[in-house]
């Protein structure tokens, strides 16, 4: 009876197929924040209309493309590309001044204590897709 309460919540969520995000094109060197729902079933739980994501996505001059969750790496708040004006071109967390460069690196001597973590990414026919979050310890 315990295994019958207690499995589904120790299962990974099923379903986490990649996902079309829009036109490879549409994105450039400017981070560009999309959201987006994935369907997957997460013990019982299995919303309906499927849950909602963010992802900070950017294209490299070399056509490379990043795509960074938003959650900070400190506390779990969510980043803002330029969050303060007091540093530009920076992700920000405005719960204790977390900061990152643009790749999603943090920077030495504020709180988060590894970079942002980053989607799996893939262009097929000029579209972006998005996978799974794929967690970075260190760059």
Known sequence: MV????????????????VE?????EFN?????ITFKVHRKDGWYEPKEGETLTAWIRK???GEILALSPICKHLGCTVMWNGNPQFKD???CPCHFGRYDKDGVNIPGTPPPA???TYETKVENGKLYLGKIKPRSGV
Do not use: T
């Open 3 to 18: 295994r019958f309460a207690i499995d589904p919540m120790l299962k990974k969520g099923e379903g986490s197929q990649f």
């Open 21 to 25: 995000v829009g036109d490879v094109n």
């Open 29 to 33: 060197e400017q981070p560009r924040a």
């Open 60 to 62: 490299s001059p070399n």
């Open 90 to 92: 920076e992700y920000f």
């Open 115 to 117: 970079p942002l973590d």
